[in-house]
């Protein structure tokens, strides 16, 4: 099994910085894609920003040139930088992880419970 922990969410003012990361841990051989969500209450999740296991990244329209994903293969986290940070940037943002248990096992996709960023004006 596999478990997902976010950490680095918090309160900042509009125009701030936080950085986001995300740990797995458990039954792991390999993590293919991962990627960060976020859902504002009333308002459907949304991918913000994705990395493969190369390095290869895509990121949400409203987040380019703000937001930065990157992951290290060996401690199994990814992470989000966020600068200039807006209050529409407000949400609860999850980590998403394609993950390969053994070699022979199909791959699976996993949840973090999320961790809360609020930007005030």
């Known amino acids: 099994q596999v478990q997902l922990v976010e950490s680095g969410g918090g309160l900042v003012q509009a125009g701030g910085s936080l950085r986001l990361s995300c740990a797995a841990s458990?039954?792991?051989?390999?993590?293919?894609?991962m990627g960060w969500y976020r859902q504002a209450p009333g308002k459907q999740r949304e991918l913000v920003a994705a990395i493969t296991s190369g390095g290869s990244t895509n990121y949400l329209d409203s987040v380019k040139g703000r937001f930065t994903i990157s992951r290290d293969n060996a401690k199994n986290t990814v992470y989000l930088q966020m600068n200039s940070l807006k209050p529409e940037d407000t949400a609860v943002y999850s980590c998403?992880?394609?993950?390969?248990?053994?070699?022979?096992?199909?791959?699976?996709?996993?949840w973090g419970q999320g961790t809360q960023v609020t930007v005030s004006s």
């Open positions: 998403n992880a394609e993950v390969i248990s053994s070699l022979l096992r199909p791959v699976s996709d996993y």
């Open positions: 458990g039954r792991i051989f390999r993590i293919n894609a």
